[in-house]
């Protein structure tokens, strides 16, 4: 999309928001939820994938609850198109932006600029640097650590490994860096291959990369996956490639489809660290709607992970994410960002 249409499709979503109407208020809230009409911008790198989708869900039903008009939009793995969907909102004079990842060197300044115009930002996987930026973190080196353990639980304190990784995206930089941290610590882990790619079809392009690594490396035997779509990608080649009886993939995210991998007879993925990427997004609207109402939700906004392996999805017949939040409740909410004027999310 050009820079001009883009500009335009912008303008026209958030002057007629998809409720249609402004909000009547919060009783016994703070200024300006009281009186209602509050529209806002959730402004993400990415553009597609299950994960988008479920965090997007948890958007859209937190501002419902806080009568906030919620303009969502997505730069398409795009940073030029993403740093003109965060110009576009100052200029619209929203009254508050969380931006869902990025390149944080190429969104510093427009972030800034948000600021300069009085326009609170929160930050959810991209670092901006900012003291003024609170950022909504998954604890990215928890799930890491957590997934990792498990794989040395199932696959000793020896073995070749590769992982999938791409450098400049912050929460992916922190899972790489706990993937290193476990070769210095257990020095019979031997990383062999690294590899990835971010881009539209990132299943498809990680899944031809991996036939190639599978090929030079005949001893791999566990592939560590810092974001979903990655795993997806290396599950399709090793299924191709007949391997799932000796690869292994520790991943971390989960969603429906990502449950759905794991369960299937033979899957090579075994276990994964997540966070609820709904509860994230709702965690980023009571956060932001702080900083509107001139409150402090705090520097970090922490939402703990949990481990997910195949053999606790099998066990508990979970098979959707709903179902994962019913038998696990520390999957379904979180209290970051809570305070007793938010109502809770439906």
Do not use: C, H
Request: charged share 20%.
């Amino acid at each position: 999309m050009g820079k001009k249409l883009l500009s335009l499709a912008l303008a026209a979503s958030l002057t007629a928001l998809s409720s249609g109407a402004f909000a009547e208020g919060i009783a016994g809230a703070p200024a300006p939820f009281d009186k209602g009409g509050v529209k806002i911008a959730v402004i993400s790198f990415l553009g597609s994938g299950d994960w988008l989708q479920a965090f997007e869900a948890g958007v859209k039903r937190q501002a419902d609850a806080l009568g906030i008009e919620a303009n969502i939009s997505q730069a398409r793995n795009d940073i030029n198109a993403e740093r003109e969907l965060i110009q576009q909102a100052i200029n619209l004079g929203v009254k508050g932006i969380v931006i869902n990842n990025g390149q944080p060197e190429a969104l510093k300044d427009v972030a800034q600029a948000a600021l300069d115009a009085g326009i609170p930002v929160v930050a959810y996987d991209v670092n901006l640097d900012n003291a003024k930026i609170p950022q909504i973190e998954q604890s990215d080196a928890d799930m890491a650590r957590l997934v990792l353990e498990q794989a040395v639980k199932e696959q000793g304190e020896t073995f070749d490994g590769g992982a999938v990784y791409v450098s400049g995206f912050a929460p992916l930089d922190r899972r790489y860096a706990v993937w290193k941290e476990f070769g210095q610590k257990y020095p019979g882990i031997k990383e062999v291959a690294t590899w990835g790619v971010v881009n539209d079809s990132v299943p498809a392009s990680v899944a031809d990369q991996t036939k190639a690594v599978l090929a030079a490396n005949p001893t791999l035997s566990v592939v560590f996956t810092p974001w979903d779509e990655f795993a997806r990608g290396v599950k399709l080649a090793i299924d191709e490639a007949g391997v799932a009886d000796k690869v292994k993939i520790y991943g971390v995210d989960i969603s429906t489809s990502d449950i759905q991998a794991m369960r299937e007879p033979n899957s090579p993925w075994v276990a994964t660290a997540a966070t609820n990427p709904a509860v994230v997004g709702e965690v980023s609207i009571r956060a932001l709607a702080q900083l509107i109402a001139g409150q402090d939700p705090g520097r970090s906004v922490l939402i703990q992970p949990t481990l997910v392996t195949k053999q606790t999805l099998v066990d508990n017949d979970i098979k959707t994410i709903e179902e994962l939040q019913d038998k696990f409740p520390a999957f379904k909410d979180s209290d970051a960002a809570k305070k007793d004027w938010i109502p809770a999310a439906k």
